[in-house]
């Protein structure tokens, strides 16, 4: 049995950068829930279409297209350690996250929640579209993502609590010094599984 570890957070707090770290760090596979909804935008499929719509205003894609989507490749990935990112972001998504990583062998043992201010997360988003010309990283669509996801939904964060695998890190940081608290708990999560 291995184990995958979920982040929590909004846009900006440094979710993607921290993946990699635990790629490289520890072999997880990074499963990006907004990467993967632009592959399907960009590949033109029946459920990219629907998306786009969504992603394009900042909004969430309803559950079932995002949830179809990111199960697929964790199927793909089944028996490896896994890092989630970006997902779930309802509480809907958590249920069908658990049960397939569970089914993929790879059950999820450590949530982190990213706490980050919400006027270094605007700075950050800002600077992020300036450098990538992402669509959905213009300034107006910022305000929207933020308002939509800059702090963890309450209910989210009750899930994983429940669950008895909720951790937070503080996300403000330089990347290697968030790196180093998260490896922390990563270690200590590996060493229980
Ligand atoms: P991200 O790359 O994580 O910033 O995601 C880009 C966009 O994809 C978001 O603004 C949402 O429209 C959509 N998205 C990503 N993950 C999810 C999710 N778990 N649930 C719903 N929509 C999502």
Same mark, same amino acid.
Not at 96 to 119: G, K, N, W, Y
């Given at each position: 049995?291995?184990? @995958?570890?979920?982040?929590?957070?909004?846009?900006?707090?440094?979710?993607?950068?921290?993946?990699?770290?635990?790629?490289?760090?520890?072999?997880?596979?990074?499963?990006? @829930?907004?990467?993967?909804?632009?592959?399907?935008?960009?590949?033109? !499929?029946?459920?990219?279409?629907?998306?786009?719509?969504?992603?394009?205003?900042?909004?969430?894609?309803?559950?079932?297209?995002?949830?179809? %989507?990111?199960?697929?490749?964790?199927?793909?990935?089944?028996?490896?350690?896994? %890092?989630?990112?970006?997902?779930?972001? =309802? =509480?809907?998504?958590?249920?069908?996250?658990?049960?397939?990583? =569970?089914?993929?062998? @790879?059950?999820?043992?450590?949530?982190?929640?990213?706490?980050?201010?919400?006027?270094?997360?605007?700075?950050?988003?800002?600077?992020?579209?300036?450098?990538?010309?992402? !669509?959905?990283?213009?300034?107006?669509?910022?305000?929207?993502?933020?308002?939509?996801?800059?702090? =963890?939904?309450?209910?989210?964060?009750?899930?994983?609590?429940?669950?008895?695998?909720?951790? !937070?890190?503080?996300?403000?940081?330089?990347?290697?010094?968030?790196?180093?608290?998260?490896?922390?708990?990563?270690?200590?999560?590996?060493?229980? !599984?």
């Amino acid at each position: 049995m291995t184990l @995958s570890v979920v982040f929590l957070g909004p846009p900006g707090a440094g979710k993607g950068t921290q993946a990699a770290a635990l790629a490289d760090r520890f072999g997880f596979i990074p499963v990006n @829930s907004g990467a993967l909804l632009r592959e399907e935008v960009e590949t033109g !499929t029946r459920m990219g279409q629907v998306a786009a719509a969504y992603m394009e205003r900042g909004d969430l894609v309803p559950d079932e297209i995002v949830t179809a %989507v990111v199960l697929r490749r964790v199927a793909g990935h089944s028996g490896h350690r896994m %890092v989630l990112d970006g997902f779930p972001k =309802t =509480t809907a998504q958590a249920v069908a996250m658990r049960d397939a990583l =569970t089914a993929a062998r @790879s059950p999820a043992r450590l949530a982190v929640e990213f706490a980050i201010d919400r006027d270094v997360l605007r700075q950050r988003l800002l600077r992020r579209a300036r450098q990538q010309h992402r !669509t959905d990283d213009r300034p107006a669509t910022i305000g929207r993502r933020l308002a939509a996801f800059a702090t =963890t939904p309450a209910p989210l964060l009750d899930f994983y609590r429940d669950e008895g695998i909720l951790a !937070t890190v503080d996300a403000s940081p330089t990347p290697v010094e968030v790196a180093s608290a998260l490896t922390a708990l990563v270690a200590a999560a590996i060493d229980r !599984t």
